[in-house]
């Protein structure tokens, strides 16, 4: 399996909320099922996944710890003017909107969209070793 196919799964995963969508890699095939409780033509998991160690679920976004301490780990090196605001933001629902509002008001989303990016990455190659799956 190549990063790119397991960052697509991961993506898949975390577009919804946790546990709605899922993802198995088969840890030695690299084979990948998905099924999802919204989407109910996608329901392809093994039988057996929970019970083979073969198999193990690709994490969700919050799994991985890659939602607010990314946030503010980006305010904190890139743009600390805007700690206060951005904390005030994350009190509310809606949060990312408005945060990637901002940060489109402030000429940085792109910088964020990068940051995250990379996070990401380095979240998805820890478990990869953590959890002994070999990416080509």
Known sequence: ?????LEEAFLFVSAAPHSENSAVINRKTGELFFASEEMTDLDELPEDADENDDYIYI???????LG???VMDFVRNRCPNLIDRVQAIFRRKGAYGRFRDLLMEKNLLDDWYTFE???????????????????D
Do not use: G
């Open 1 to 5: 399996m190549t990063y790119e196919t």
């Open 68 to 70: 607010k301490p990314v």
């Open 59 to 65: 994490p969700h976004q919050n799994d991985l710890d």
């Open 117 to 135: 990016q990379q996070r990401i990455r380095e979240a998805l190659l820890q478990w990869c070793e953590e959890n002994k799956i070999v990416l």
